[in-house]
């Protein structure tokens, strides 16, 4: 599938929505977009137009992502589209997320199934606001089924960030490894290197909303530990009583309480 890259630039704003201009190496189009009502129209024909109306489901994830409140002439934004990705499927949980960074361009694609024979790494974060300290287990579970555990605290300040904190701890402990699954339950790390990154460069690890992306370095780093490497991700339902998934809560919980 191939990554197309646009930028879009508010010129107008109308009674019933505004008008954007998006450029794609130097052709364009214009559309208007009302953030409240999510009234989208293409006003133009051409290829700029067809690539964004064949890819529709992600064009309006990005105008929709924009908080209403932050639309407003003259404001910028770098973007990317898959061309024919499958949304759906890539929303679907059941599915593995695999990222293949061995070659360039890398690829991302859906999977039912993942790779046989490869290392896992099942990760669990907690955050206790009442002692001000979170907890990172993880699990790492070899080809031939055996098992080693690394848990440690942190200062992360929120759940989110001691996931992605215990999911760059695996890929450091694997360094040498070069086909990893990472399980896990949070979203935040499936979808990080899988969707949002490439955007967040784009923008200067600006978000839609010309906000900075939180915990810069952090994704930096966890995105430099995927170079060159397959990575696999699947997602696991928190609390399902799935053994990995379990233990890995319990010890994370556990070095968040120490």
Not at 81 to 95: A, H, P
Not at 149 to 163: D, G, K, V
Not at 234 to 244: I, L, R, T
Request: proline share 2%; charged share 30%; with cysteine.
């Amino acid at each position: 599938m191939k990554i197309h890259l646009f930028h879009m630039k508010i010129f107008e704003e109308l009674s019933d929505g505004f008008l954007i201009l998006i450029e794609m190496k130097g052709k364009e189009a214009v559309v208007k977009f009302n953030p409240v009502t999510k009234n989208l129209e293409f006003l133009n024909l051409g290829i700029v137009t067809d690539i964004l109306k064949r890819n529709e489901l992600q064009f309006r994830k990005v105008l929709h992502i924009k908080n209403p409140a932050t639309y407003h002439s003259g404001f910028e934004l770098d973007f990317s589209i898959t061309d024919g990705k499958n949304v759906e499927e890539f929303n679907d949980l059941s599915k593995i997320l695999a990222l293949n960074n061995r070659k360039q361009p890398s690829s991302i694609e859906v999977i039912k199934e993942g790779l046989p024979g490869i290392h896992e790494l099942w990760i669990d974060g907690s955050y206790m606001e009442k002692k001000g300290k979170g907890g990172c287990a993880v699990i790492i579970k070899d080809p031939s089924g055996n098992y080693k555990l690394e848990t440690f605290t942190t200062n992360a300040r929120s759940s989110s960030l001691t996931e992605l904190l215990a999911a760059i701890k695996g890929l450091e402990l694997l360094k040498n490894i070069e086909k990893i699954r990472i399980v896990t339950d949070s979203q935040y790390v499936r979808k990080g290197l899988t969707e949002w990154i490439i955007n967040w460069k784009l923008n200067d690890w600006h978000t839609a909303n010309g906000e900075k992306v939180k915990n810069i370095d952090h994704w930096k780093k966890f995105d430099s530990l995927a170079s060159e490497r397959y990575i696999e991700f699947k997602y696991v339902k928190a609390h399902s009583q799935q053994f990995e998934n379990t233990m890995a809560d319990l010890y994370a919980r556990d070095m968040a309480e120490k």
